[in-house]
């Protein structure tokens, strides 16, 4: 069967064909057409989102989803220059005399998957590592945003012509489809469940993958520590976007002998953050009916087990009718419960607590590796334990989700939490053929080492090196 999306594709082969290396110049340009768009139509981006989220903070919306893409496109453009030149690199002294380089080729055509929880941000950043890199683009936006799909698609097709940048809308078989297309590169973002899918769909094509997943990102609290310095970060981070990012803190490691006070100080600070849950358009709602059914099941199963459950509603308002759900606190969930097996992406926060910090740390490791670890503590041997002895895509230290917004650290998971990584310099890289070039100079030495072997320049050759 033809894969419908294939014209499509075939437009951007057939461009970047004509144009194999866009010069500096022609990338530059891609990315200010992309700014000029973007400030032009982020009032309706932000209205969109918030019809698709049936309500979803403006101040969110603008903080996680349009400033950073403004600040990373001037990122890339200040430094973009000495990114494309060619590096020189060593000659060993044995093949001089000669010149080596590393040329950054743009691998063709790349594919981007973007998911709906944060449906501008995670299609614009990699576009931008893409165009920088040389690539043309194209985009399968998520079924779950269709009205932000539409203001996304005015937004590029104002900026872009269509053999630059393509955009895919559709259900699961769509996906599929596009997921299928012989890439020269695809990036997917989502879950760990559907990322194995992706994978073997593009390993039929032998197409390079990006796989930013997700998991279960712990945040480990330790004992000496405010409350207040340690907490108002975690709770930012578990309740932006209702709790729907891929690196918002999924659980608490909590000492056992601060559990009371944590667990009041979330009550107090959570009652301050949004005194009111309901018709507060601070307070972000579910994506859907879908994804809120799937958290209440989970939250259903711990009750069931008799695990205590502190919802944290502070005008006590009736929700049921809406897309919105209190910040839950589960303690001490059982461990093989689906909620502590699962990514949570939602505002139910299990707090598992711990006697001493060589338990914490164990429980992290006999887990899969996730995209984020929080530390929030002041203890430098404990902070050195978590840099070198655990595995996380990254680590934030009295912080939570900044991370991701720093241009100049690359954003990646490891294992379970994804492969490969981007943003600044990193997405250059991604998207880009390191290509060693090695040009002879003047005399060839080799010609001494042709055979026929055994003569006196290789004896000499064996007693140098093996001497």
């Excluded at 299928?180 to 194995?196: M, Q």
């Excluded at 958290?295 to 308002?317: F, H, R, T, Y």
């Excluded at 009295?398 to 991370?403: C, G, I, K, P, S």
Aim: aromatic share 8%; proline share 6%.
């Amino acid at each position: 069967m033809t894969n419908p999306l294939t014209n499509q594709l075939s437009q951007l082969q057939e461009a970047f064909a004509s144009e194999p290396y866009p010069d500096l110049a022609t990338r530059l340009d891609r990315l200010k057409r992309l700014e000029k768009a973007l400030k032009a139509h982020y009032p309706s981006l932000l209205d969109a989102m918030n019809e698709d989220f049936g309500g979803r903070s403006r101040l969110e919306s603008l903080m996680a989803d349009v400033l950073p893409l403004i600040s990373e496109i001037a990122f890339v453009r200040r430094r973009l220059k000495k990114w494309i030149k060619p590096e020189k690199r060593k000659i060993d002294w044995l093949y001089q005399p000669a010149k080596a380089r590393v040329v950054y080729q743009p691998l063709g055509v790349v594919g981007i998957m973007v998911p709906w929880n944060y449906p501008l941000q995670l299609a614009l950043s990699p576009l931008i590592s893409a165009l920088a890199a040389g690539n043309r683009v194209f985009l399968k936006l998520s079924e779950w945003t269709p009205i932000t799909n539409q203001a996304l698609t005015t937004c590029l097709e104002e900026a872009f012509t269509a053999d630059e940048v393509q955009i895919a809308t559709g259900e699961k078989e769509v996906s599929q489809a596009f997921a299928s297309l012989p890439f020269d590169h695809l990036l997917f973002t989502g879950s760990t469940a559907v990322g194995k899918h992706i994978q073997r769909a593009a390993a039929d094509n032998l197409t390079p993958v990006t796989l930013e997943l997700g998991g279960k990102s712990p945040a480990l609290l330790d004992q000496d520590i405010s409350l207040k310095k340690a907490l108002d970060p975690l709770l930012f981070g578990k309740t932006l976007n209702a709790g729907q990012t891929c690196i918002a803190p999924d659980y608490l490691l909590c000492p056992e002998e601060r559990l009371q006070e944590v667990t009041a100080y979330l009550k107090k600070r959570f009652a301050e953050f949004y005194s009111q849950l309901r018709i507060n358009p601070d307070y972000t709602s579910l994506i859907n009916s879908q994804h809120k059914k799937r958290l209440l099941g989970l939250l259903a199963e711990v009750e069931e087990q008799g695990c205590q459950v502190v919802k944290l509603n502070p005008s006590n308002e009736e929700l049921d009718t809406t897309n919105k759900l209190a910040l839950t606190l589960l303690i001490n969930p059982d461990p093989q419960s689906q909620v502590m097996q699962e990514e949570i992406f939602g505002p139910l926060l299990p707090i598992i607590t711990y006697q001493d910090f060589a338990e914490a740390i164990q429980f992290i490791r006999q887990r899969p590796r996730p995209l984020a670890l929080y530390y929030l503590g002041d203890n430098p041997r404990h902070q050195r334990q978590l840099e070198y002895q655990t595995h996380s895509g990254g680590l934030a230290i009295n912080e939570t989700l900044l991370h991701v917004a720093q241009h100049d650290l690359p954003f990646g998971g490891v294992g379970a939490s994804g492969m490969g990584q981007y943003h600044g310099r990193e997405g250059f890289l991604t998207f880009s053929k390191a290509k060693g070039v090695f040009q002879r100079r003047l005399f060839n030495s080799t010609r001494l080492v042709y055979p026929p072997y055994g003569r006196w320049v290789h004896r000499l050759l064996e007693r140098w090196f093996m001497r």
